[in-house]
Nanobody, 120 residues
Framework: QVQVVESGGGLVQAGQSLRLSCAASGSIFTINVMAWYRQAPGKQRELVALITGGTTNYADSVKGRFTISRDNTKNAAYLQMNSLKPEDTAVYYC???????????????WGQGTQVTVSS
C-alpha cells in the first residue's frame, strides 16, 4: 500500500508565504514524477508545478513565485509559495507516479488535499 499525504496549508494574507509538504510512504521502489495540482471552487483541477529528475515545470500563473523541490531520501516533495495572491486560494493536491517494485508499472497516487486560503 502507498499513501501520499500533504501538509502545510492554511490561511494567510496576500503577499505572505506558505510551504506545502508532501510525503509518500509504504511499499515504494521508486518515484518518477511528483507534482502539485490545485482546484479552486467551481474550477477544474490544474497543474501548478511538477518535478521529475532535475526538471521542473510551472504554470504560468505561479512562475517566479512558487518553487517545487523534492527530497528523494524522504520520498517527499515541497512547494514554497511566495507572494501569495487571493487567486491562489484552492485545495492543493500532491500527485506522484510510483513503482512499487522493479517489475511493476508506475501508478498514480493522489493525496487528500490541503486547503490554502489567501485573504486580500
Amino acid at each position: 500500500q502507498v499513501q501520499v499525504v500533504e501538509s502545510g496549508g492554511g490561511l494567510v494574507q496576500a503577499g505572505q508565504s506558505l510551504r506545502l509538504s508532501c510525503a509518500a510512504s509504504g511499499s515504494i521502489f521508486t518515484i518518477n514524477v511528483m507534482a502539485w495540482y490545485r482546484q479552486a471552487p467551481g474550477k477544474q483541477r490544474e497543474l501548478v508545478a511538477l518535478i521529475t529528475g532535475g526538471t521542473t515545470n510551472y504554470a504560468d500563473s505561479v512562475k517566479g513565485r512558487f518553487t517545487i523541490s523534492r527530497d528523494n531520501t524522504k520520498n517527499a516533495a515541497y512547494l514554497q509559495m511566495n507572494s501569495l495572491k487571493p487567486e491562489d486560494t484552492a485545495v492543493y493536491y500532491c500527485y506522484a507516479t510510483i513503482k512499487t517494485n522493479p517489475r511493476s508499472s508506475s501508478f498514480t497516487y493522489w493525496g487528500q488535499g490541503t486547503q490554502v486560503t489567501v485573504s486580500s
